[in-house]
Nanobody
Framework: QLQLVESGGGLVQAGGSLRLSCTAS????????MGWYRQAPGKQRELVAS???????NYADSVKGRFTLSRDNAKNTVYLQMNSLKPEDTAVYYC???????????????WGQGTQVTVSS
């Protein structure tokens, strides 16, 4: 009923940029929120940026001013533009979506498979 497909990760030098994309598909009645999380080795998964149905966007303090989250509602897609990348941004980035699905209007969420972002110093 819900699948997420991520793309855009890669290797970049410090100061460079990447753009991540995440597309949700399935029997989606309403998309309540989508966002990006990241997890570095030995660290907890943390929220990077998220957007709710009303368009409210939250960013982690560590990425404010450098990352920009946007969405294309018609495509059920969110984008994370990452500029001025730092080595500490290195992590696996995971897309998350919270949705209402199916005929019974069930609330559920899903995670993407993750995409590696590596920033060299």
């Amino acid at each position: 009923q819900l699948q997420l497909v991520e793309s855009g990760g890669g290797l970049v030098q410090a100061g460079g940029s990447l753009r991540l994309s995440c597309t949700a598909s399935g029997r989606i009645f309403r998309l309540n929120a989508m966002g990006w999380y990241r997890q570095a080795p030995g660290k907890q998964r943390e929220l990077v940026a998220s957007i709710t149905r009303d368009g409210s966007i939250n960013y982690a303090d560590s990425v404010k001013g450098r990352f920009t989250l946007s969405r294309d509602n018609a495509k059920n897609t969110v984008y994370l533009q990452m500029n001025s990348l730092k080595p500490e941004d290195t992590a696996v980035y995971y897309c998350n979506a919270a949705v209402v699905v199916g005929l019974l209007l069930e609330r559920t969420d899903a995670w993407g498979q993750g995409t590696q972002v590596t920033v060299s110093s």
